[in-house]
Nanobody, 116 residues
Framework: QVQLLESGGGLVQAGDSLRLSCATS??????MAWFRQAPGKEREFVAR????????SYADSVKGRFTISRDNAKNTVYLQMNSLKPEDTAVYYC???????????WGQGTQVTVSS
């Protein structure tokens, strides 16, 4: 079974930056993504990066502030989060899937808390 292990969460102040990491044991062609879930809300898409051409997509709420990247040699995907806002507070989940029609595999999540 593919494993996904997130790290890098924490408590920061508004305007600060954090970088999340996700180490995976899966193949490097997989699309990797970050989702988040705030208390009382549904899990939502944050960012995605494909395995081969490294194309990216972002939720409108994080465009221009967050950057997703990957290092296939290390089998790790990153989420650089800048200009953090209190509304970015959530558990952030790493996810991976082989193809657009297959379900995601999920990590356990890492907490990000942004204080005002």
């Amino acid at each position: 079974q593919v494993q996904l292990l997130e790290s890098g969460g924490g408590l920061v102040q508004a305007g600060d930056s954090l970088r999340l990491s996700c180490a995976t044991s899966g193949p490097t062609f997989r699309t990797m993504a970050w989702f988040r879930q705030a208390p009382g809300k549904e899990r939502e898409f944050v960012a995605r990066i494909t395995g081969n051409d490294l194309s990216t997509s972002y939720a409108d709420s994080v465009k221009g502030r967050f950057t997703i990247s990957r290092d296939n040699a290390k089998n790790t995907v990153y989420l650089q989060m800048n200009s953090l806002k209190p509304e970015d507070t959530a558990v952030y989940y790493c996810a991976a899937r082989n193809y657009p029609t297959t379900p995601y595999d999920w990590g356990q999540g890492t907490q990000v808390t942004v204080s005002s």
